[in-house]
């Protein structure tokens, strides 16, 4: 507890929620105002997991620092992996096989259900419901598992690399992801039958933590946050990158502006993933896996920036070279910060019960808001 | 009419739990879908896939020969320093001087499995294993030289 | 057959041919002492290990198997473990009023075995008022979570005691509305009485879908009151880190465990005692033959068989549901479980008076 110091009117407590609390995923402080059990004000204090990512990325060369990213948002590393991928392509103008390009868009689908499950049963978890937690985990791990076979590892899989991917797809690797795709549509009903259709849920979602269209603009919100409440912007459709283009898959978006909105854009973003990963699995094109690059990379002077869309909403990368092998400076939109940045708004006036729900719903990975 | 609402509201909200209360029902009964692995006693069946990178080794054939030249190139490759070549001259028999690899220190601690040193390797003398076990008592335990003792380069790799 | 009342008996007479009234008594009350705290112990270490199969197994994990043989003993070497931790005191805490907390809490779980009949005439207190005895004593639960959370000196402590000062008085209501649907019918108010009154089968079925209604809402109630979740609001791990026991460890800690556990156990007893007919066997109509096979089970072993089942009941909402908000929680007491208990003891008097039961 430290010292109640500004609380103006009488009955307002300060309380600290963090760093070591169940309900903030990791080493979050938060510094609630609450009067009774009604929140006041949150004031989210970072930098308990600060650990200068892009300080240490200026004296990695553009092959080594791509591995460090799996470190920020260690749920969706693959896709950071991507943009850093992408970014350096980009200045060394380089064109990369079609193979490889389906293949990154596979993983990154994959990732994002697998990513999307394990906040499925955090997000029950929060809310009191132990059990979705340990089920969310049986499909997230014949997810980890197809990752381990072709990726050599299960979270931070450091699989792409300039130019391509590092090594050729598993061979088991398309019947497994069907295998998957089999146990994902005989699973998921499930999901409805134990949190969303549930009254106490739905109760404890919908109406809360209203965050305004607006409001979502202007705090820079990103990913399901923000097309929970009715903006348009996922960047595979609006800058479509790889081979987004060519896909047919909705962008999902709810006006509930809710919770519950939230929640459910990330419910049928799934079923959307798996709709790319059906239509991707039986014709990855045949050929290289990665393009011809030179063994010591140098971008050009200038400065090159490319964004995805990982699980969580917009990350992008951006880097300023000075034509050496390493980035002079580099930078990562991370879309956790700007998410985070709306919790005071939404948690204004009510419960504290309500403050974790909302915390679920936007999905917080510490690591990625605090590099 | 309002008593109508309520009574539906009442209906409605026990029908949900009702049907979550059956699901975990099903799985309270249903113990063949436990997918808990028993681990240290799976230790015989448990199989990792060839391509899962627990530990960097280096290759030895029967003649206790590996293919690293002491290029260094896994050194400058990996981004933690976690590579550490130390090179000798040998005298071939031409009775040229040559560098080769007199000690390949590998910081084990220091490791991410990254893989760009496999894969920075010209020669291919070093690889992946599928070890994960690597808990030990002493941290300097974990600092191993890769080239076994007396081990020479195979003729013919350059 | 040896039955629970046949032993209690025979020590009774033994006891008496040795010793004077005055005598017998103390030490019958010494040797009822003793049996109440070895059951504490074996009921704790019993259902703890229950909750956690029943969690896992619910959760698709195998649970507990490393103890003892499948994990039997996981829960005394847990036991172990907690006695043997340090037991500390925070700073600036109310050291007495933190230290007697998990002692009153206890406490309150050992009077409220004294009603409870376990078998064919053996029960500790047979008194005429058993039931209004429970709802008297169970209330005093809240003072025990009332006392830790305001001496721990941590907010998250106070915020979890009040929560559940709030929940459980107004659980309380609607808890004491449907024993008392069971009370009109039986017109009595001793345990006992109720029990028999069942002989020609059990509260639930005799009692229309009125007695089922007032049996969902104890259910409910209980679950709140003994602050399980989806009510468990008071400890809400994932809102206040462990609610009103945060600063507690070691042993005192363990005190305020044992006595949830206990406490789910007797609700659970009270439950089965009456709607579900206590130790009373399993009988249908006119079967002779059938009722006659059911009076062999042991009546101790129908008691605790229906005790269980409710108890499995809880176990299972806690590991379905999510958990309410509070102010969900003082709504569906007030809105919900109340009217509706309400209308249902009318209906149940109603029934009672016309004599429309079996
Ligand atoms: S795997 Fe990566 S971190 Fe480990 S030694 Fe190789 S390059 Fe270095
Ligand atoms: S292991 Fe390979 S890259 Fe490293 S020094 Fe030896 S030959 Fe060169």
């Not at chain 1, 809360?208 to 009715?230: F, H, K, M, W």
């Not at chain 2, 071939?92 to 390949?104: C, Q, R």
């Not at chain 3, 049996?35 to 195998?62: D, N, P, S, T």
Request: proline share 3%; charged share 20%; net charge negative.
């Amino acid at each position: 507890m430290v010292e109640e110091i500004g609380t103006t009117v009488e009955g307002d407590v300060l309380i600290n929620v963090g760093p070591q609390h169940p309900a903030t995923h990791g080493v979050l402080n938060l510094l609630l105002t609450i009067n009774g059990e009604t929140i006041k004000k949150v004031e989210p204090h970072l930098g308990f997991i600060h650990r200068s990512i892009e300080k240490m990325c200026e004296s990695l060369t553009y092959r080594q620092f791509i591995y460090v990213t799996s470190r920020m948002d260690y749920l969706s590393a693959h896709i950071n992996n991507h943009a850093c991928a992408l970014v350096v392509e980009k200045g060394l103008q380089v064109e990369i096989p079609s193979r490889a390009k389906v293949i990154r868009v596979l993983m990154d689908e994959l990732t994002r259900i697998a990513s999307h499950e394990l906040w499925w049963g955090a997000m029950a978890m929060d809310l009191g419901a132990f059990t979705p937690f340990f089920h969310a985990f049986r499909e997230r791990e014949s997810i980890n598992d197809i990752m381990e076979e072709t990726c050599g590892a299960r979270l931070t899989m450091n699989y792409i690399v300039p130019g391509g991917v590092m090594y050729d797809l598993h061979p088991d690797f398309q019947k497994r992801v069907k295998d998957f795709i089999t146990l994902y549509k005989l699973k998921i009903h499930e999901y409805d039958e134990m949190v969303t259709g549930n009254i106490i849920f739905q109760n404890r979602m919908k109406g809360v933590g209203y965050l305004s269209a607006e409001d979502a603009i202007s705090y820079g919100c990103t990913g399901p946050t923000a097309r929970g409440s009715g903006v348009s912007c996922d960047i595979r459709k609006l800058y479509p990158y790889e081979v987004y283009d060519q896909l047919d898959f909705d962008e999902i978006l709810e006006t509930g502006c809710d919770s519950f909105a939230r929640y459910m854009v990330r419910i049928r973003e799934m079923n959307q993933s798996i709709r790319i990963i059906e239509q991707l699995i039986d014709t990855i094109p045949e050929g290289d896996f990665q393009a011809k690059t030179k063994a010591v990379l140098k971008l050009p002077k200038g400065e090159f920036y490319q964004r995805v869309e990982t699980a969580r909403g917009e990350f992008g990368v951006y880097i300023v070279s000075e034509g050496g092998n390493t980035p002079y400076r580099i930078k990562f939109r991370s879309p956790g910060f700007s998410n985070l940045s709306a919790l005071d708004q939404m948690a204004r006036g009510s419960k504290l019960g309500d403050l974790v729900a909302m915390m679920g719903t936007l999905d917080l990975v510490i690591p990625d808001i605090d590099r | 009419m309002f008593i109508i609402k309520y009574i539906k509201e009442v209906f409605s909200g026990l029908k949900s739990l009702a049907v979550g209360l059956r699901r975990t029902l099903y799985y309270f009964t249903h113990h063949k879908e436990i997918i808990t692995e028993q681990y240290p006693d799976n230790r015989e069946t448990l199989k990792l896939s060839d391509r899962f990178k627990g530990e960097v080794v280096m290759l030895h054939d029967e003649n206790n020969e590996h293919a690293c030249t002491g290029c260094t190139a896994c050194e400058l490759a990996c981004p933690n320093a976690t590579i550490k070549i130390i090179t000798q001259f040998d005298i071939t028999p031409e009775g040229k001087k040559k560098k080769a690899l007199d000690k390949f220190v590998y910081h084990l601690e220091l490791c991410t499995m990254c893989n760009l040193c496999i894969v920075a390797c010209p020669t291919d003398a070093i690889k992946m294993a599928q070890t994960f076990e690597h808990s030990v008592y002493d941290r300097s335990e974990l600092t191993k030289i890769l080239n076994k003792p007396g081990s020479h380069i195979r003729a013919g790799v350059e | 057959m040896l039955s629970f009342s046949d032993i209690s008996k025979f020590i009774d007479s033994w006891l008496r041919d040795i010793f004077n009234p005055t005598w017998t008594m103390v030490i019958e009350m010494m040797i009822a002492g003793v049996c109440v705290i070895g059951l504490f112990a074996v009921l704790g270490l019993v259902l703890v290990l229950m909750e956690r199969k029943v969690a896992a197994w619910i959760q698709i994990r195998l649970g507990p198997n490393r103890v003892g043989p499948k994990g039997m003993l996981q829960s005394l070497a847990d036991t172990v473990k907690l006695l043997v931790k340090e037991g500390m005191t925070p700073d600036g805490a109310d050291k007495f009023l933190f230290n007697f907390a998990p002692f009153i809490a206890m406490m309150v779980a050992m009077l409220l075995m004294a009603p409870i009949a376990f078998a064919k005439d053996f029960q500790l207190w047979d008194m005429n008022i058993g039931v209004l005895y429970f709802s008297a004593i169970s209330s005093i639960m809240v003072i025990s979570i009332l006392m830790a959370g305001w001496a721990s000196n941590n907010k998250y402590s106070l915020m979890g005691a009040m929560r559940s000062g709030a929940q459980i008085v107004s659980y309380e209501l609607s808890a004491g509305l449907s024993i008392l649907a069971i009370v009109v019918l039986s017109g009595s108010l001793n345990l006992n009485d109720i029990i028999l009154s069942q002989a020609d089968g059990w509260w639930i079925f005799k009692g229309h879908i009125p007695v089922i209604i007032s049996f969902i809402i104890f259910i409910i109630a209980v679950t709140a009151e003994t602050n399980r979740a989806p009510f468990d609001l008071a400890e809400a791990e994932s809102e206040l880190t462990a609610g009103f026991h945060t600063e507690y460890s070691g042993m005192k800690f363990a005190l305020f465990f044992l006595a949830e556990y206990i406490n789910v156990f007797i609700v659970c007893a009270i439950g089965a005692t009456l709607f579900l007919g206590g130790w009373m066997p399993f009988h249908i109509g006119h079967w002779d033959a059938f009722n006659h096979v059911m009076d062999y089970i042991p009546s101790s072993v129908w008691f605790f068989g229906k005790t269980f089942f409710l108890i499995f009941l809880i176990m299972w909402f806690r590991w379905t549901f999510p958990r309410l908000r509070i102010d969900q929680l003082l709504n569906l007491e007030w809105r919900f479980l109340l009217p509706i208990s309400m209308f249902n003891i009318l209906l149940v008097t109603l029934m009672a008076i016309l004599g429309w039961h079996f």
